[in-house]
């Protein structure tokens, strides 16, 4: 009856492989690519499909349950064609590499190193492996490594592919425990207005506005969009890492704020009945004319996607379902009468051009994108507005550890609240 999901992810890592293992994982993506064309090419000469993986196989260099994924592959790729013939006909005739598909314990595993990292094991050719450690944004290793150590989880297959050069391990897990409750079954919707230098949040329900909170982290402007770049471990120069360069302090140092405030955006919704967490969706900003000076400033001060999909990780495990919806005119329309016009803003101030209404911007933008929430996805209707009530604002602390791990359960630690503070007229 709901809409209710199974917390399914792809997570994707970089391969760090040991000594020179990597010409290894290459020649079996090249072996899986002939696996691949010759079982298009046995089907396309009307070679009985239940005969075709045995025959594969004997000539296979790979491991076996490798094999038989690459071959299934293949054959669903031309079930396909006969079903919906759309796509053309599946080639035998591509060449370079194919990922090497493989079952978890079987074609590849994983493990948890003393030095808290996730080593990996590849069974590139029968007998002989590819080592080394994974790499990839900290969402996925924490993700990951929750998976690795608990129950409530599944490993399934994964690919080993090259992208750009560069080796890589695509992962299936599945949360057997979690599933997410679906975004159309809310009573709260809470919306996220992500800005330079704060993140705005309004949960709204039927009843009206239940509270408002504006997170601000002002030092996080200068570090720009570094997040989503990989840390790429120095590999000569007897560099093992980058952790000691200033570098790798500013990186961390972001991703630490990322991770608080994401989890403070999560927490924050928690306490509200069955919510819903709701972004912009800048895909949908290309074609908008509402593309100005804000849009750019946000985009380019902060790691804005990151700390979106961030929270959006958080919350689904927290069973809290995430939503998107179209930033147009989020900032320039009225949350109280709706009139909406390019001059009611001014940076941080909202002055309505046709109500009395002013108030802090940003938070205006945070109820209009719930408003644009409720309209797109809840059955329930949008609350008549009268007033907002006064912005409560917190501020990330100036200085604290940098380095201290963020993982244990932190109701508001490491926040500091500047208390109830009214909209600055
Ligand atoms: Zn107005």
């Known amino acids: 009856m709901t809409d209710a999901q199974a917390l399914v992810k792809t997570l994707d890592f970089q391969l760090n492989i040991q000594s020179d293992n990597e010409s290894l994982l290459y020649d079996a993506t090249l072996e899986a690519r002939?696996?691949?064309?010759?079982?298009?090419?046995?089907?396309?000469?009307?070679?009985?499909?239940?005969?075709?993986?045995?025959?594969?196989?004997?000539?296979?260099?790979?491991?076996?349950?490798?094999?038989?994924?690459?071959?299934a592959k293949a054959l669903g790729a031309?079930?396909?064609?006969?079903?919906?013939?759309?796509?053309?006909?599946?080639?035998h005739t591509?060449?370079?590499?194919?990922?090497?598909?493989?079952?978890?314990?079987?074609?590849?595993n994983l493990s948890l190193t003393d030095d808290g990292d996730v080593a990996f094991r590849i069974s590139a050719k029968p007998y002989n492996h590819v080592k080394g450690v994974l790499e990839g944004s900290d969402v996925h290793l924490d993700i990951l490594k929750s998976a690795l150590e608990s129950d409530g989880w599944k490993i399934g297959t994964a690919e080993a592919l090259f992208h750009n050069d560069n080796a890589e391990l695509h992962v299936n897990v599945t949360n057997t425990e979690q599933t997410v409750r679906g975004k159309l079954d809310s009573r709260t919707v809470v919306g996220v207005d992500v800005n330079e230098d704060n993140v705005a949040l309004t949960a709204l329900s039927e009843d009206g506005v239940e509270d408002t909170l504006v997170i601000g982290f002002p030092e996080i402007k200068f570090e720009r969009h570094r997040y989503f770049t990989?840390?790429?471990?120095?590999?000569?120069?007897?560099?093992d890492s980058t952790h000691d360069t200033l570098e790798g302090h500013k990186e961390r140092f972001v991703r630490d704020r990322l991770h608080k405030v994401s989890r403070h955006i999560v927490e924050w919704?928690?306490?509200?009945?069955?919510?819903?967490?709701?972004?912009?969706?800048?895909?949908?900003?290309?074609?908008?004319?509402?593309?100005?000076?804000?849009?750019?400033?946000?985009?380019?001060?902060?790691?804005?996607r990151a700390l979106q999909f961030c929270t959006s990780y958080k919350a689904s495990f927290e069973g809290i379902p995430t939503g998107w919806i179209n930033p147009e005119y989020t900032s320039q329309r009225c949350?109280?009468?709706g009139h909406t016009e390019r001059a009611n803003r001014n940076k941080k101030r909202f002055k309505c051009?046709?109500?009395?209404?002013?108030?802090?911007?940003?938070?205006?933008?945070?109820?209009?994108?719930?408003?644009?929430?409720?309209?797109?996805?809840?059955?329930?209707?949008?609350?008549?507005?009268?007033?907002?009530?006064?912005?409560?604002?917190?501020?990330?602390?100036?200085?604290?550890?940098?380095?201290?791990?963020?993982?244990?359960?932190?109701?508001?630690?490491?926040?500091?609240?500047?208390?109830?503070?009214?909209?600055?007229?």
């Open 94 to 108: 591509k060449d370079g590499a194919y990922p090497l598909r493989a079952n978890y314990k079987e074609g590849y």
């Open 269 to 304: 919704s928690q306490q509200f009945e069955k919510p819903c967490i709701v972004f912009e969706d800048l895909k949908e900003m290309r074609d908008s004319i509402d593309y100005g000076t804000r849009m750019n400033r946000r985009l380019h001060h902060l790691p804005f």
């Open 34 to 71: 002939r696996v691949y064309n010759e079982t298009i090419r046995l089907a396309k000469e009307g070679v009985d499909w239940n005969a075709i993986p045995d025959r594969v196989a004997d000539d296979a260099h790979l491991v076996k349950n490798t094999t038989q994924r690459i071959v």
């Open 230 to 239: 990989m840390r790429k471990r120095v590999q000569n120069a007897g560099k």
């Open 335 to 337: 949350p109280i009468c």
């Open 353 to 425: 051009k046709d109500c009395s209404h002013q108030g802090h911007s940003d938070r205006g933008a945070s109820v209009n994108i719930a408003v644009k929430s409720i309209k797109k996805h809840q059955k329930w209707n949008v609350p008549a507005l009268n007033s907002l009530p006064q912005v409560q604002k917190v501020r990330r602390r100036a200085s604290g550890a940098v380095d201290a791990p963020t993982v244990t359960h932190p109701t508001a630690r490491g926040y500091q609240a500047d208390g109830r503070m009214g909209v600055s007229d």
């Open 78 to 91: 031309m079930e396909n064609y006969y079903e919906y013939d759309d796509f053309g006909l599946p080639s």
